[in-house]
């Protein structure tokens, strides 16, 4: 007989293990044993099964960078004994937590799928039973003994996403994420077919934990009409080291040119600003447009084809390491897990 695969659930909170609470109605997030309640399926999987959770589980908007590397270090922890991890985490900054994981759990060979859901377990129309049920199977399948998918992923309503290519695209649909730069890993029909070329190819390991970030980072969403002053203000923000710079098309902003000295000034001044599209698919191509030439001259980094939620995770990943400005922009463009296709 095979031995049966052993995968452990962390359960850090999120609307799958919330009810509502009985004097206000809002929805919070129940304890384990609680959730475990309403699977009852999970007694029958052919999957051995051990379950952590946070102490206080919490919805994904309270998530920290102390929380990523917490996750990390859990998995640390159990990383020689489990064959592939679940991690149970609410929808909203799912993405981000993700991304952040793929980037702190350097050499990982072993799968780390987040997955959540839109409607409770404990109700009739949940869709989290499935995305849990799934998750598991995802995170012990194997073949010759290796695992399927030895990466950060994250299932949800049939499909599988990369980490840090994945995006949440809907507050209500059950189909609420999308990696549009990235083919799904796989989708779970009748049977789960897997895209191997998809998937990243196993890294030899061994496994090293990161466990420092450095949260000193801004978004600024251009839009037309945005004032220079203001943009200024926030480049003034004692402390910042780096700004995502959330840009029209393939990478385009205003020429106006106190917007554009505010920028140059901050980057002179050693802050890390980084050029990302608003669209939702497709990637930077600074130069390819008068209103994006500039930036390159003046030293903006593209992310090409990145996501926000990547590219800001990815800045506190490596201001954590200790680099100066200079090594982060240099360092950037480099790929390190599959977040990025550089022409
Ligand atoms: N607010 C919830 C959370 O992100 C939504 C969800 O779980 O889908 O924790």
Redesign the pocket.
Known sequence: MTERRRVLIIYT????G?MADPRSGA?R?MDLEHLEEHVPELERIAVQLDAVSFEQP??????KPADWIRIAQLIREHYVDHDGFVVL??????AYTASALSFLLEGLTKPVILT???LPIGTIRTDGKENLLTAIEIAAAAENGKPTVPEVAVYFEYSLYRGNRTVKVHAERFE?FRSPNWPVLAEAGVRIRYDQQAILPARSGPLKVHDHMDANVGVIRLFPGISAIWVEQALSTPGLRAVVLTTFGSGNGPTNPEFLNALSRAINAGIVVVNVTQCVGGRVEQGRYNTSKDFSEMGVVSAHDMTVEATITKLMFLLGQGLSGAEVKDRFGVELCGEVSVL
């Open positions: 909170g999120g609307t799958i919330m929805l997030p919490i919805d994904s908007s309270d998530m985490h609410g929808s909203d900054t799912m959540g859901s839109q609420a």
